[in-house]
């Protein structure tokens, strides 16, 4: 039961990978500014959970250096225990409530909370309470088949290590920076400028608080793509050139490399919002755009 769930994960990656982008005409003639629209999920555990996935390895003209998706898990209800083998895994919670087994450790995360999993760790997510799981789920290296261990095959590997996870309990904890008209970035996890935490990731996190009517100023990122993830309100990404798209809460923009860009949020209450840097974000690599 186990590899036919991970199979049927496979090959709905396959098959979004060649229709997942946006029918916004902006999108098809840029390129380079793409709203992401995974459609409608597909069950897990056994119809229990509904996984959708925004950007993966497979997906052409959208590089990516790790699996990007979304899940949702009734409550009472859990993800078998596996272990991702060579892959580190991101979760930020966005609604509900998680009970996160990592190894000998076990957190609660509730929503705004990120947990990073270490490579190989035997560990499992489970909905408490009386709400639904809902949480933001990002798998690097892209996730694999081979490196996805459990049920019976759990035995059959080597003793690993069980590593300890890193909690973030506040977004608005990190790093704070201001590059804006009402609009404010926290750095929530960032292998480069914060090497002391060693964050198991080779990409960048930031959370973004955006007023109606705030914005960003125009900038790009010289060798960086960037994925933003909106949760809450409604934001526009725009190129000098005039392209725009709107990315709605639930849905996420994909920005390539050394592509100028801004955001503004559109909706009439504050939009919030994450953004992916890959490679991770550092301060020399943001250039300023008039």
Same mark, same amino acid.
């Given at each position: 039961?186990?590899?036919?769930?991970?199979?049927?994960?496979?090959? !709905?990656?396959?098959?979004? #990978?060649?229709?997942?982008?946006?029918?916004?005409?902006?999108?098809?003639?840029?390129?380079?500014?793409?709203?992401?629209?995974?459609?409608?999920?597909?069950?897990?555990?056994?119809?229990?959970?509904?996984?959708?996935?925004?950007?993966?390895?497979?997906?052409?003209?959208?590089?990516?250096? +790790?699996?990007?998706? #979304?899940?949702? %898990?009734?409550?009472?209800?859990?993800?078998?225990?596996?272990?991702? !083998?060579? #892959?580190?895994?991101?979760?930020?919670?966005?609604?509900?409530?998680?009970?996160?087994?990592?190894?000998? !450790?076990?957190?609660?995360?509730?929503?705004?909370?990120?947990? %990073?999993?270490?490579?190989?760790?035997?560990?499992? %997510? *489970?909905?408490?309470?009386?709400?639904?799981?809902? +949480?933001?789920?990002?798998?690097?290296?892209?996730?694999?088949?081979?490196?996805?261990?459990?049920?019976?095959?759990?035995?059959?590997?080597? *003793?690993?290590?069980?590593?300890?996870?890193?909690?973030?309990?506040?977004?608005?904890?990190?790093?704070?920076?201001?590059?804006?008209?009402?609009?404010?970035?926290?750095?929530?996890?960032?292998?480069?400028?914060?090497?002391?935490?060693?964050?198991?990731?080779?990409?960048?996190?930031?959370?973004?608080?955006?007023?109606?009517?705030?914005?960003?100023?125009?900038?790009?990122?010289?060798?960086?793509?960037?994925?933003? +993830?909106?949760?809450?309100?409604?934001?526009?990404?725009?190129?000098?050139?005039?392209?725009? %798209?709107?990315?709605?809460?639930?849905?996420?923009?994909?920005?390539?490399?050394?592509?100028?860009?801004?955001?503004?949020?559109?909706?009439?209450?504050?939009? !919030?919002?994450?953004?992916?840097?890959?490679?991770?974000?550092?301060?020399?690599?943001?250039? *300023?755009?008039?």
């Amino acid at each position: 039961m186990h590899r036919f769930v991970s199979l049927i994960l496979i090959s !709905t990656l396959t098959i979004l #990978s060649a229709g997942c982008l946006t029918d916004n005409p902006f999108s098809a003639a840029d390129g380079n500014i793409c709203l992401l629209t995974p459609g409608e999920g597909f069950p897990i555990y056994g119809g229990e959970g509904d996984y959708s996935v925004f950007a993966c390895d497979e997906m052409p003209g959208i590089p990516a250096n +790790y699996t990007f998706g #979304s899940v949702t %898990i009734l409550p009472g209800n859990a993800t078998s225990p596996h272990r991702l !083998t060579g #892959s580190s895994e991101f979760v930020c919670v966005i609604g509900g409530e998680a009970e996160i087994r990592c190894g000998n !450790t076990t957190v609660t995360a509730r929503e705004g909370e990120v947990v %990073i999993l270490p490579d190989g760790v035997l560990q499992s %997510i *489970a909905a408490i309470g009386d709400a639904e799981l809902r +949480y933001i789920d990002v798998i690097q290296p892209p996730f694999s088949e081979v490196n996805h261990v459990t049920g019976a095959d759990l035995a059959t590997i080597p *003793a690993l290590p069980d590593g300890v996870p890193i909690v973030i309990p506040d977004p608005r904890g990190g790093i704070e920076w201001n590059i804006g008209s009402d609009m404010m970035i926290y750095t929530i996890a960032n292998p480069v400028l914060m090497p002391k935490k060693n964050m198991l990731i080779d990409y960048s996190v930031a959370y973004a608080e955006l007023l109606p009517g705030g914005s960003a100023d125009t900038n790009c990122l010289t060798g960086a793509s960037e994925l933003i +993830y909106v949760i809450e309100g409604e934001i526009a990404v725009f190129s000098p050139e005039g392209y725009v %798209i709107r990315v709605p809460a639930g849905r996420a923009a994909w920005i390539a490399p050394d592509q100028a860009k801004g955001y503004r949020n559109v909706g009439e209450v504050d939009a !919030t919002m994450l953004s992916f840097v890959d490679p991770p974000w550092t301060l020399d690599m943001i250039v *300023a755009v008039e």
